[in-house]
């Protein structure tokens, strides 16, 4: 039994962002965020109401089992992959099923920050394989902009990130040998979590969150972006050859490198490690920001959009991300 893509969708929220906009919060410029990450755009939700990333996965979801032929009652499983919940509980996963109208199908979610993604399709695909399931939407949401301190304290972290989401239908084909998931490589070093991490409110401290945390800004994002950058240039390459070994295939065998938009000048250095033109490397950083969870998958339904991925095509998925965590997918289209 392989796992095949049979539909994809994404959704971005309308209010767009420049750098120029963001200059006028906090003290920088488009030349410093474009130097630093790439970014030169990113879309928010609406300053007032309430969208929460279930919201913006249903908005997603739509156009994915649309493609994919699907009524949401066809699904066997939701995996909503997100570090910004709705509610501290329950999962959003749970609230994107009631909003797609369904009363008892499973909901699982996942938190892994910027591999939500891969995570969350190395799970589907064992769920297939195994046969717990068959028709899986797979989701990837993310609101930041409700979380960042849009101040020039903050600015390293706030000018990073944008609101999005992204959905992929995954079914399981007993037809398709040459067709699926080919290979997985997951990672994690826990040691490295305080590198990347949003500390309160937390269950390890009692309260979870007091005036003197929101006056120090320990409920927003950190993140010692250097050496985030150090282990991301190292390790992406890694990972990558670890999972083509895995697969018996080359660099050469793989037809478009997805990457998570964690950083464009991180992807840079990957193509150069790995020896690829640019146009073997899909980025669209420039336009969303870094939608963690939702970045991948974003990107891999721009590029379907855009036919940079025809039949039989060979894609690898990857990324790292707090936790630390990190990852490659290897997937084959259908011919």
Not at 54 to 67: I, M, Q, T, V
Not at 141 to 147: C, P, R
Not at 300 to 320: C, H, K, N, Q, Y
Not at 324 to 329: D, K, S
Request: net charge negative; proline share 5%; hydrophobic share 40%.
């Amino acid at each position: 039994m392989q796992t095949v893509i049979k539909g994809t969708g994404r959704f971005v929220p309308p209010r767009k962002l420049t750098n120029h906009d963001l200059a006028r919060w906090m003290e920088t410029s488009d030349q410093w965020i474009r130097q630093r990450t790439g970014i030169e755009q990113r879309y928010w939700i609406a300053a007032e109401g309430r969208t929460g990333s279930s919201d913006l996965g249903l908005e997603a979801s739509r156009p994915a089992l649309e493609k994919a032929g699907w009524k949401a009652e066809d699904l066997d499983l939701i995996i909503f992959a997100t570090l910004s919940p709705d509610y501290f509980f329950p999962g959003s996963g749970c609230l994107l099923q009631a909003k797609l109208g369904l009363k008892s199908t499973p909901a699982l979610d996942i938190r892994q920050q910027c591999t939500g993604f891969l995570y969350g399709l190395a799970t589907a695909d064992a769920y297939i394989r195994s046969g717990l399931a068959r028709r899986i939407l797979l989701v990837g949401a993310e609101v930041h902009s409700t979380g960042l301190d849009v101040s020039t304290r903050g600015r390293d972290v706030a000018v990073i990130f944008g609101d999005g989401a992204a959905a992929v239908c995954l079914e399981g084909d007993d037809t398709s040998e040459q067709a699926g998931v080919m290979a997985v490589s997951l990672h994690a070093d826990g040691s490295m979590a305080e590198s990347l991490m949003t500390e309160a409110p937390a269950s390890c401290c009692n309260p979870r969150i007091d005036e003197e945390m929101l006056r120090q800004g320990r409920h927003y994002p950190y993140m010692d972006g250097r050496n985030i950058f150090k282990m991301a240039v190292r390790l992406l390459p890694e990972v990558a050859k670890e999972v083509l070994d895995k697969a018996g295939l080359g660099v050469r065998d793989v037809d478009l490198f997805i990457p998570h938009q964690a950083n464009l000048r991180i992807n840079q250095a990957f193509a150069k490690a790995m020896d690829l033109p640019p146009d073997r490397v899909f980025n669209n950083i420039q336009r969303y920001g870094n939608t963690t969870a939702a970045s991948i998958p974003l990107a891999l339904d721009e590029a379907l959009e855009r036919e940079m991925i025809g039949p039989g095509a060979t894609v690898m998925f990857l990324g790292l991300g707090s936790g630390l965590t990190w990852g490659a997918v290897l997937y084959r289209f259908q011919p």
